[in-house]
């Protein structure tokens, strides 16, 4: 089924098991290693992990230390399945439009594909815009599961 024009999808497949990929998602500690776009280095990450329960973040643009805040709400976890949350950002053009994303995870071929959707967009411009954002932080997020693997991420 085509994407609508408030949709986004980014799909991503990890030479790493589901329980440990779904842990970089639940552990604030790890997840503030990946939390940030491309040019940018996360400055604050917390969550309750629970259905209910709020996170919260920023990012700090490396080039003039710019704070991007956001945060939401978890609406539904499905240990090594699914993780449903808001998302809206405190400042900006998108500031208090509140967005949906859904983290799916499966396995195929030995590897861990998580699928990222993010709804609705008020515009197709600003579905455009956060392409390249989330793809840099899920490049950031692959980079550190797959540097570390060897490594003991508990």
């Keep these: 089924m085509p994407l609508r024009d408030d949709e986004l999808l980014i799909v991503r497949a990890f030479a790493a098991p589901i329980p440990l990929v779904f842990r970089m998602w ?3 500690v790890h997840r503030a290693h990946w939390w940030a776009p491309r040019g940018c280095r996360c400055s604050h990450f917390s969550h309750d992990f629970r259905e209910g329960g709020a996170w919260r ?23 090594d399945r699914r993780i449903v949350f808001t998302f809206t950002w405190d400042n ?5 439009v509140e ?3 859904t983290i799916t995870f499966a396995e195929a071929h030995g590897q861990t594909i998580q699928t990222f959707h ?3 967009f008020t515009d ?5 815009s956060h392409i390249t954002g989330w793809s840099g932080l899920l490049d950031r997020q692959q980079a550190y ?3 570390e693997i060897e490594g003991d991420l508990s």
């Design 26 to 28: 639940e552990d604030a």
């Design 57 to 79: 973040a920023c990012f700090l643009f490396e080039s003039s230390n710019e704070e991007n805040w956001q945060g939401g709400v978890y609406q539904e976890i499905d240990r």
């Design 92 to 96: 900006g053009p998108a500031a208090g």
């Design 99 to 101: 967005m949906r994303v």
């Design 118 to 120: 993010q709804s609705p």
């Design 124 to 128: 197709v411009a600003r579905r455009d």
């Design 145 to 147: 599961i797959e540097g």
